[in-house]
């Protein structure tokens, strides 16, 4: 109980779950934004079959945590009752149009600052005042009518997990049956390609994401039921903590870092140890003012997006899933609308032709 109430406890313990995943996300090249554009313009389903492993993995440890009575992910802000379906969409779409253009999404950028990217630190600090923006700034006084009040109360149906939805439907508990089938059809899909199969090093990343996950709902569990204030269940998620930890780093409130400021901290330490040890670290910025600008607005709309769809593509992607709440699918489908929308742009010209058949070249 005293390791609990310790407040280092928090950012310690994100800083070590963190660090995991900045590692091993470097060695392995893990990142979203470069898995969807390999699976759409290169037919190369590696990166985004990780990215479906993480989350399988992470919601059958999440579901056996919180059946055994250590992870209270009832308490969740993605199975709040609120269904604000509006930012979902928005917010999906702005996300996905702005990681396009940056080239990847929250946690990929901290993982390229690791490595020596200016370039992230520049969308890094965007995103971060964007959030802030859009959290409490002039952008949420656009954001409460344009999607908190548009918000549809599910709580009649027992919240936004699907697994209490089916079992209020079939009047029984099948919350278990639930997970078990969607974990169960996301290991199918993605163990389905014989060659993914003996990616060892894609297999292994994929499963510590998904662990690391699932310990920061327990970790945070563990100290909310020990602590002396509040401690916000968390897991892992790549906007708001890195507004925070912008916060903390500039100001001083008297306040100790939570577990997701440790998570960032440490997402960029793990993933500077693997470059350090690769002899992998390279100094890159911006080569013009184009290029800059194309950064700054990529990390604005992430950041607003970010909080308008209450999650990234590793908050929503695979701490959300996790929880099996129903804004997962939605969020991440108009994610990756807008980071074909994006592509589109930066390839072709226009968005809009993401709405047209990509047809490649035949080979010469």
Do not use: N
């Not at 940056?102 to 520049?122: E, H, N, P, Q």
């Not at 804004?327 to 929308?341: C, E, K, W």
């Amino acid at each position: 109980m005293e390791l609990a109430t310790s407040p280092w406890f928090l950012p310690l313990a994100g800083l070590t779950a963190g660090a995991v995943m900045g590692y091993f996300a470097r060695r392995e090249h893990f990142c979203t934004m470069s898995a969807l554009e390999r699976h759409w313009y290169a037919s190369d389903s590696t990166g985004l079959r990780t990215w479906v492993l993480a989350a399988a993995v992470a919601l059958a440890l999440t579901q056996i945590l919180a059946a055994a009575g250590y992870a209270d992910i009832g308490a969740s802000f993605y199975l709040a009752s609120d269904f604000v379906w509006t930012g979902y969409v928005v917010g999906g779409l702005a996300f996905g149009f702005g990681m396009a253009l940056v080239g990847t999404c929250g946690f990929g950028a901290l993982v390229r600052t690791g490595g020596g990217s200016l370039r992230s630190i520049v969308v890094l600090s965007m995103l971060g005042v964007s959030a802030l923006a859009a959290q409490k700034g002039l952008i949420a006084q656009a954001r409460v009518p344009i999607v908190d009040s548009l918000g549809i109360d599910m709580s009649v149906i027992g919240g936004q997990s699907l697994a209490s939805i089916a079992s209020a439907a079939v009047g029984a508990d099948v919350r278990w049956l639930v997970a078990l089938l969607v974990v169960l059809g996301m290991l199918w899909w993605t163990f389905r390609d014989g060659v993914y199969r003996s990616k060892w090093g894609s297999i292994t990343v994929g499963t510590i994401i998904g662990v690391a996950i699932a310990f920061g709902w327990a970790a945070t569990t563990y100290a909310a039921r020990h602590a002396f204030q509040p401690v916000q269940i968390e897991a892992g998620s790549f906007v708001v903590p890195v507004a925070d930890t912008i916060l903390q780093l500039i100001t001083f409130t008297g306040e100790f870092p939570d577990y997701g400021v440790g998570l960032v901290v440490g997402v960029v330490l793990g993933a500077a140890a693997c470059a350090f040890g690769r002899k992998d670290v390279r100094w890159e910025a911006c080569d013009d003012a184009r290029e800059l600008g194309r950064h700054l607005a990529g990390g604005f709309l992430m950041g607003v997006g970010g909080v308008f769809a209450m999650g990234c593509t590793i908050g929503q992607g695979v701490s959300a899933v996790s929880v099996l709440a129903i804004s997962a699918p939605l969020v991440l489908l108009s994610i990756g609308i807008g980071a074909r929308m994006g592509l589109a742009y930066l390839i072709e010209g226009s968005p809009f032709a993401a709405f047209r058949e990509f047809r490649r070249e035949p080979a010469k």
